[in-house]
């Protein structure tokens, strides 16, 4: 519990590591930086939740690289 992530949450991250997959990280603080600059959000509690999900995902695909880097 408590990594349930909203539809729009996971299609803004999806959207943005579709486009622009390089930039992202595995650093937090580096990701809130690159939602910042392609999206504006005025909340700052959803562009942390946008860069959370992408630092996991970028996690997860230096762990099994062939399922996360064939979708983006």
Do not use: C, P
């Amino acid at each position: 519990m408590g990594r349930i992530k909203t539809t729009l949450i996971k299609r803004v991250t999806h959207e943005l590591m579709r486009l622009h997959f390089n930039e992202f990280t595995d650093d937090f603080n580096k990701n809130k930086g690159i939602v910042n600059k392609f999206v504006s959000i005025s909340s700052k509690k959803l562009r942390n939740a946008i860069a959370g999900y992408a630092t996991r995902l970028i996690k997860k695909s230096k762990e099994s690289k062939d399922t996360i880097l064939n979708q983006y």
